[in-house]
């Protein structure tokens, strides 16, 4: 492969970032306001998104800081929710070029998002090429940090009043992002119902801190869920 198709690659795969940009900057703004409104400062709130880049652990991440859970809680919570990385990184693995090294294989893993993830399936090419991934993941992530960016700056110059507001766009965002996939799912309504009905019991027995709730309720609502939906949906 020559450098001209390398370079091809490369802009086809920011081309084929755009839409997820296009749906990326609203929710980092979002991110970057919230996080704004309930007292984080700037350079954490960026460094979220320059290391972690990961939109629902982020906002887990400033709901659990806001609580008071503590740091290893937030790992832990963090860790779980992004376990399906494992599974998509593997996959990708299989299907990019064999002549990407491991330090490239390492590189584009950081990349993986579910949107980017998406787009990198369904390419209709059998080998994936490196620098397409490259690309594709670069752009996607310059356009989460810089709504990051945007949302910070936009909630320097926002009113006290709609400042301490937007604690509830917090648990509006997940209850929208929540709605669709019950209605869609049975599956779906009974692990969302079991996750609070145990998150909840686990707080009035007060079974550790608040990110534990959270831990039992993800593990074990999942693991019921794995258990007695997987098979009634496959048949």
């Known amino acids: 492969m020559n450098q001209v198709s390398e370079k091809e690659n490369f802009f086809q795969?920011?081309?084929?970032?755009?839409?997820?940009?296009?749906?990326?900057?609203?929710?980092?703004?979002?991110?970057?306001l919230l996080s704004k409104s309930v007292g984080i400062p700037s350079?954490?709130?960026?460094s979220m998104s320059l290391l972690i880049y990961a939109g629902a652990s982020q906002f887990i991440g400033i709901n659990l800081i806001v609580l008071g859970a503590s740091w290893w809680e937030i790992v832990v919570t963090t860790f779980i929710l992004n376990l399906r990385h494992f599974l998509m990184t593997a996959t990708l693995s299989q299907k990019l070029e064999k002549r990407a090294s491991r330090k490239w294989r390492?590189?584009?893993s950081f990349g993986i998002t579910d949107e980017t993830f998406s787009v990198s399936s369904f390419q209709s090419q059998e080998i994936l090429p490196r620098?397409?991934?490259?690309?594709?993941?670069?752009?996607a992530f310059v356009a989460w940090n810089v709504g990051t960016w945007l949302g910070l700056f936009c909630a320097s110059g926002l009113?006290?009043?709609?400042?301490?507001?937007?604690?509830?766009a917090l648990y509006v965002m997940f209850i929208g992002l929540l709605i669709p996939q019950?209605?869609?799912?049975?599956?779906a309504l009974v692990v969302s119902i079991l996750a609070i009905i145990i998150n909840s019991l686990s707080s009035w027995l007060s079974l550790g801190g608040t990110g534990w709730g959270i831990i039992i309720a993800t593990i074990f609502s999942a693991a019921i869920?794995?258990?007695?939906?997987?098979?009634?949906?496959s048949e």
């Open 13 to 32: 795969g920011v081309k084929a970032a755009m839409p997820i940009a296009v749906g990326y900057i609203p929710i980092a703004i979002a991110f970057g």
């Open 43 to 46: 350079y954490v709130s960026f």
């Open 106 to 108: 390492m590189l584009l």
């Open 131 to 139: 620098y397409f991934s490259l690309g594709l993941n670069t752009m």
């Open 159 to 168: 009113p006290d009043t709609v400042k301490s507001s937007m604690g509830i």
């Open 182 to 187: 019950v209605k869609k799912s049975k599956s």
């Open 225 to 233: 869920g794995a258990k007695f939906f997987t098979r009634e949906e």
